[in-house]
């Protein structure tokens, strides 16, 4: 895998969308949410723009996230920022893959538990989703400790593209 100095204009802009989209999936989750807890207990689905916003938008993420990965592996990454403690360094890493695998494994699983009716699938939704915020979480908090503590401006790698 090459290391760039930077990312792409194209891989700048898929991370904010997808930053976007996810962000939506988590606000306004309820209705879907609900429809699953009322098919649970028997009632129909019916249609609901809330609900095909739920679908839609998560099957995007996966889209998006498997050209991510595409360009990722061609394209590569820029290294991590000199001096970059080792610990650091394999945190980051192993986040960012981490990262990757949920975004597409909550698409996954959200459409076995919603197309194929299995409760499993939607436990494991639920667990991941969590899992999910968390690490964005941990992301937002390390992007922000780099910037302002560390002053590496890691931010302008997801501001200016490079190549
Ligand atoms: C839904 C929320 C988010 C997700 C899922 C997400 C995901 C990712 C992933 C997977 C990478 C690794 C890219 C790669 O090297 O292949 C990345 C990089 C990055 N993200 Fe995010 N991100 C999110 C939100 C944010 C936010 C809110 C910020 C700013 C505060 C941010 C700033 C960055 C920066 C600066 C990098 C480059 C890190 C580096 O090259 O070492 N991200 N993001
Ligand atoms: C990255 C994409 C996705 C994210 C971040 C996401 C996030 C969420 C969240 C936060 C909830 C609420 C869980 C709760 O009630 O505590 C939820 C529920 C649900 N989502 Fe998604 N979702 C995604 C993709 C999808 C897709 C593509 C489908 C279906 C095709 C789907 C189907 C469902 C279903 C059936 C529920 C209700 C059952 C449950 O709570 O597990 N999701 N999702």
Redesign the pocket.
Known sequence: MSHPTGYTRTQIRLHWI?VL??AL??IL??T??E???A?LDGAEAGFDPLIAQ??????L??VL?VWRLALRLTHGAPPPPENEHPALKLAAHVTHWAIYA???L??????????GGVEA??????V???L??LLIVLHVAAALVHQFIFKTNLMARMKRPVG
């Not at 739920?54 to 099957?59: A, F, Q």
């Not at 909550?106 to 197309?115: E, I, K, Q, R, T």
């Open positions: 997808v989209l996810i999936q988590y989750h309820d879907i949410s429809a699953w807890e098919w739920h679908v839609l938008m998560g099957g993420v996966a996230v949920l975004m597409l909550l698409p996954v699983s959200g459409g076995v538990a919603w197309f699938a939607a436990e494991a939704h639920e991941m989703k969590t999910l915020l």
